[in-house]
């Protein structure tokens, strides 16, 4: 039998631990800090931010993106339900673009379909778009861009599963072609923090923002 997740915990893992529960911090500490500046400098992008999980940095990228009552997200029709229910939490509503059968990720043809039909005939367009990795391949962000940059929504992209991938010669999180993009650290994710998430970002402006938003505002 083929297990869904079996997570790597090694003793040096334990002692790092250890050494945390033993320190005076015990969330939000400098480990927090180190680990931000690693995970950014290894998928070449300016800002890391963590979470407790895959699902708050979605919550909170959404909330960042300026995505609340009445506003519409379109998302992967294949994907963790954390996915929609992100732009949910912020009042908004979601509807869902069909996958490619080939790589179960958003296919481009048919997002380019459903706004261009959108546009035809005077509905609402999305404020955002969410393509998913799914099982660790990037989705055709490239050309999602484009179609962001013509009709106007900001992207962010669910890489929960795909820390450590490559598209187009860089790394996954580097947001080349998105504004923000959300890494899982779930059990059954490349790594494991028991649970967390991040949300990686070139936009200065948008990492500050997201960190306040992590701590309710306070500094």
């Known amino acids: 039998m ?61 909330l960042a993106l300026g995505v609340g009552l009445d506003d519409l997200v379109w998302t992967s029709a294949i994907s963790f339900v954390a996915s929609a229910n992100a732009a949910r939490y912020c009042g908004a509503d979601v509807d869902f673009v069909d996958i490619d059968p080939n790589t179960f990720n958003m296919s481009v043809v048919a997002l380019e379909q459903k706004l261009r039909e959108v546009r035809k005939t005077g509905g609402k367009l999305p ?40 598209y187009r010669g860089s790394r996954v999180g580097s947001c080349s072609f998105s504004d923000i993009t959300v890494f899982s650290f779930h059990p059954v994710k490349m790594i494991t923090t028991g649970e967390g998430g991040a949300c990686v970002t070139n936009d200065l402006e948008l990492g500050a923002l997201i960190e306040r938003l992590r701590s309710h505002g306070i500094t």
């Not at 945390?20 to 800002?47: H, N």
């Not at 999602?144 to 890489?159: H, N, S, T």
Request: proline residues 4%; aromatic residues 6%.
């Open 127 to 166: 404020k955002v778009v969410i393509p998913v990795a799914m099982a660790g391949q990037s989705a055709n962000m490239k050309e999602i861009a484009d179609l962001g940059d013509e009709f106007g929504f900001k992207i962010l992209e669910d890489a929960s599963h795909a820390l450590g991938a490559t």
């Open 2 to 62: 083929i297990p869904y997740g079996r997570q790597n915990i090694s003793q040096e893992d334990i002692n790092a631990v250890q050494e945390v529960l033993g320190s005076p911090y015990l969330t939000q500490g400098p480990r927090v800090r180190e680990f931000e500046l690693a995970l950014a400098a290894y998928v070449g992008c300016s800002k890391a931010v963590v979470t407790n999980s895959a699902t708050s940095a979605l919550h909170l990228a959404c």
